[in-house]
């Protein structure tokens, strides 16, 4: 769609641009040139009327042409050709202009005086014309430009999609139905609680959707979501579930991807704890080393359990992310001793998000 | 009323969350018939309890420590009526077809669980088809039984299907031999046989399905007969079907392993 043809405001202010030139036109035509104003007027006003709308058609030559992607000497002869074809038509224009009025009353003798001033005609078309080609230039690039920008927007709403949808595959559907059968519970027995416990999940799914949409966090707010998580299911698992942590201060403020700790928490409750009628501890333990820190979830569980769940789904994904975001240089080890479970990571140590 | 003098319908509860279990003792006080017997926190209890109490129904969870819903009912039986009470949709099939009387998603309301006692009220006084004997096909397809699960009494035995060498039939029992012991399991050997894996595990013969991992040799025994030998040492007599049977799978894991 021509950006100017398209909408009547556009074509508005365009037209009303046209009036300094025609009055340029008129000014230079009166006085020493020899046309009264009335004369300079009349023949004027329709020529430029018709001029304004001849430029616009620069628009499709400009399109068939990108300014970055053909060479200059295609340029130059593209435009130049059209340039010159439509001044010689307008200045041919003028002059069959000049002989039809000089048939009315009060413009006789018009058609010769004309005559001097088509060379003006002429030169200015081109210019005109060539200014025209420029002002459409303008206008493709700032389309290319809105063009540029919507997709990146729609992008960046295609990668919240995805990690909405990744979300979802974190937070357990059965997690949920498993809370909401004891925030029932509660209700009857103990109201206090199980309004503590709405407050906990609720802050635990803002939480989990707010660090989720970024990029990257810090360990310290990756263990803050853990810790909301253990909150949750010790109301469930009662003393059943135990947590030690022995994380070296100093590392509190590493940057690693959001929700990498917590799915394996998680897996140490679902595939661990819960087997074990007298429950477990998961201990979570994170130190730095000299340019990559490791932090290992142990957790203990059952090796006879029944029916083992899908295991591999949540590590997958965590071993996806940090594959995508560190390469090699990052790693997800697990294995068993005993019965006991150890999930082993490592990465790269950065403090302020930026990966170097 | 005669409310007073009806039998109560003994009521055993097995779920390993205490609020879960709570959930459902509330529930329950709202009916008078229904009398609590035992309560249940993982799947070893509940086999004691129910083998020991013999309760007339059983509301049951499926993901539990040491054993699941489906291997309690495996070792009970399903005499009673069972109501299954679990988060996970996914076994619903499953439980109906044992024939459980109803199938509660956690989680659920007062009415919801109200229907559920209707519907065993219905069982118990036999409007509704009795449970029948568990089936094997009750276990989706393709996915073999990676342990068994034996009842001595009120003790419960797992045995890994890994480390079962053989299993003999003995009347209406089987008997499997794994690590020098043998435990009887009330199952005849055809069921047996349809849950474990077809590719580790021959009918070697009308009374034995071999661990192909655990024989050393097959010999000759007489003109028309082969025995296995186990690595303890263990004769097993194989019939002419049975070696069929071995000599195929034998040629198709030699196949594949050359691919």
């Not at chain 1, 201060?249 to 009628?277: M, S």
């Not at chain 2, 109200?114 to 096909?137: D, F, N």
Request: net charge neutral; hydrophobic share 45%.
């Amino acid at each position: 769609m021509h950006p100017i043809l398209s909408r009547m405001r556009n074509l508005g202010l365009y037209l009303l641009a046209w009036i300094p030139i025609a009055g340029m036109l008129i000014h230079s035509m009166t006085g020493s040139g020899g046309l009264t104003w009335r004369e300079a007027i009349v023949l004027t006003v329709p020529l430029c009327l018709v001029y304004a709308f001849d430029c616009l058609a620069a628009w499709y030559p400009c399109q068939a042409t990108p300014i970055e992607k053909s060479s200059f000497a295609r340029l130059i002869l593209t435009h130049l050709t059209a340039a010159v074809l439509l001044a010689v038509l307008w200045s041919a224009m003028a002059r069959g202009l000049a002989i039809e009025l000089e048939r009315h009353a009060g413009f006789v003798g018009l058609d010769e005086r004309v005559q001097k001033h088509l060379s003006l005609f002429w030169a200015t078309g081109v210019l005109l014309y060539i200014l025209s080609v420029t002002f459409h230039y303008v206008l493709l690039a700032e389309q290319a430009a809105r063009e540029a920008q919507e997709r990146a927007l729609e992008a960046r709403l295609l990668a919240r999609d995805a990690e909405l949808k990744a979300l979802r595959a974190q937070v357990n559907p059965h997690f949920l139905f498993n809370c909401l059968h004891s925030i029932s519970a509660l209700t009857s027995s103990d109201p206090g609680r199980a309004r503590e416990m709405c407050i906990l999940l609720a802050d635990f799914l803002r939480t989990t959707l707010r660090l989720g949409s970024r990029e990257t966090i810090t360990l310290e707010e990756e263990l803050a979501l853990v810790r909301g998580y253990l909150g949750i299911e010790k109301v469930r698992f009662g003393t059943r579930v135990q947590m030690e942590e022995q994380v070296e201060k100093d590392i509190t403020n590493v940057h690693l991807p959001p929700l990498l700790l917590q799915p394996l928490v998680e897996n140490a409750i679902r595939h661990g704890i819960a087997n074990l009628p007298e429950g477990g501890v998961i201990r979570l333990t994170a130190q730095k080393g000299s340019d990559a820190v490791s932090i290992v979830v142990e957790n203990s569980f059952d090796p006879d359990a029944p029916s083992k769940l899908k295991t591999g789904l949540g590590l997958d994904n965590i071993r996806q992310r940090l594959n995508a975001r560190y390469g090699n240089d990052a790693s997800l080890a697990v294995r068993t001793d005993g019965n006991r479970f150890i999930v082993k990571l490592r990465l790269p140590a950065e403090t302020n998000g930026v990966h170097g | 009323m005669s409310g007073a003098a009806e039998k109560k319908i003994r009521t055993v509860i097995v779920d390993d969350e205490e609020l879960a279990r709570q959930m459902l003792r509330e529930f329950l006080s709202q009916h008078n018939e229904i009398e609590i017997v035992a309560e249940c926190a993982n799947g070893f209890e509940a086999v004691k309890a129910v083998t020991e109490l013999k309760p007339d129904l059983l509301f049951l969870d499926i993901q539990m420590p040491k054993l699941d819903g489906f291997e309690v009912l495996e070792l009970i039986g399903t005499e009673m009526a069972i109501v299954f009470v679990t988060a996970y949709d996914e076994y619903a099939l499953r439980a109906f077809e044992i024939h459980a009387v109803d199938y509660l998603l956690k989680p659920f309301g007062a009415e919801r669980f109200g229907t559920a006692l209707q519907r065993v009220k219905q069982r118990l006084g036999g409007k509704l088809p009795p449970a029948t004997e568990l089936s094997s096909s009750a276990r989706p397809p393709a996915q073999y039984a990676e342990r068994i699960v034996v009842r001595d009494g009120t003790r419960v035995h797992i045995i890994p299907a890994a480390k079962l060498e053989y299993a003999q039939a003995q009347d209406d029992y089987v008997g499997l031999n794994a690590e020098g012991k043998t435990h009887l399991k009330q199952q005849t050997i055809s069921s047996l046989e349809s849950v474990l894996d077809p590719n580790q595990f021959v009918r070697i013969h009308r009374s034995y399905i071999v661990n192909l991992e655990k024989v050393t040799k097959i010999e000759p025994y007489s003109k028309d007969d082969h025995v296995v030998v186990l690595a303890n040492g263990t004769q097993l007599p194989v019939s002419r079907s049975g070696y069929t049977r071995l000599q195929g799978l034998l040629e198709q894991k030699t196949k594949v392993r050359r691919a």
